[in-house]
């Protein structure tokens, strides 16, 4: 899919939150007119031919919040390049604040033919959206939404971690109320200190900790099984890298927290890990006299590198953890020919019950959702164990 970024800055947003710096921003940057809109959408027509599926983004963060003259603006120039008029753009889509929704806005971006509406819902827990300064409650989210898919919006909800106030079980409990609004995706972004917001004066003065990323890692593990449950889609976690925003880089934005280039993939390679080492800690457990030899794991084409980890850090945690010499993650689902056959290892030993509880594992499918993942995502991940044997304790 192609998508053609609009930014809509928001100079005089009236909101305080914590932790954005769009006043900052957009009070240096000019908003764009209708003739500088087309010309920049007009620039992706040629690209665009390569593509089934193209997309206008507004970007910015309150399209519905800014003055409804210059809403009437963008929207009739995005409208201008939808293929029923004549252009070669799919559809265009935007974010706003839940509570700069009602019907007339609702009206309007039908007329132009929006279809794909985001909410920065932030979190759903009215103490933190006050600490955060948001302005707005939790309920302004579910009538918005309820509002949109009434209306057949497409809608997404953006959601953050470790605001202000928040702590894992507020933001737990925001991903259950999220789930239970039914949007047709989700965002997780979990807090990080900009610079030029309140809340980098605040971590400064010691009033804000961030979270650690590995911490923000196994949260947002367990936010992604509540809307994997509930068969919603997680289409993304962490910030986008940027220009500036960049972990280390010179004049990056970003000054503390879990920020990390491909910390979706981190949440993935997190869930693999612990998907294989709880499989993998039942037959430690159980394994006696004998020592678990090699580790073979065949994982479907599109998970291997979240199996392995940045840096290989899954395969070292597994070698380290459990004490395989050797472990191997391949494609496919029908044995490795390198691995030697966990069946031969356990042949003479097939009455041995520590071994015949390992060798029932090394047949038993084990399944492993990706992340985010509709329930047709679901992957099956083959755990193929060798074992060896160490000799008979003496007396
Ligand atoms: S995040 Fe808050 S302060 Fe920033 S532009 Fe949106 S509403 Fe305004």
Redesign the pocket.
Known sequence: MLVIPVFVP?AG?????C?????VI?GNLREPDMGEVAAEIEKYRKAAERYQHVQIAFF???FT?IPAERQEMYLETASGFLRRNGGFVDEFRLST?PDAIDGEVIKRLKKYGASFVEL?AQSMDDRVLEKS???HRAEATEEASRLLKEAGFVLGLQTMTGLPGADDESDLATARRIAAIGPDFVRIYPTVVVRQTQLFRDYEEGRYVPATTEEAVRLCSKLCEIYAAAGIRVVRMGLQATGTITRNGEGSEIAAGPYHEAFGQLVRSYDALETVSDRLREIAENKGNIRLGYLTLEVPPGHVSDMIGQRRTNIEALQEGFGFSKVRIVTGGSGSAEAESPKEALNGAFENRLARAVKENTCERTLYRKPGGSPDEIKVLNVTIGVEFRDEPED
């Not at 947003?13 to 939150?17: E, L, M, T």
């Not at 932790?19 to 006043?23: A, G």
Request: aromatic share 4%.
């Open positions: 928001h947003c009236p909101n305080n939150c932790f954005c710096n769009q006043k957009s910015g963060g309150s919040a604040r920065g300064g948001r302005g």
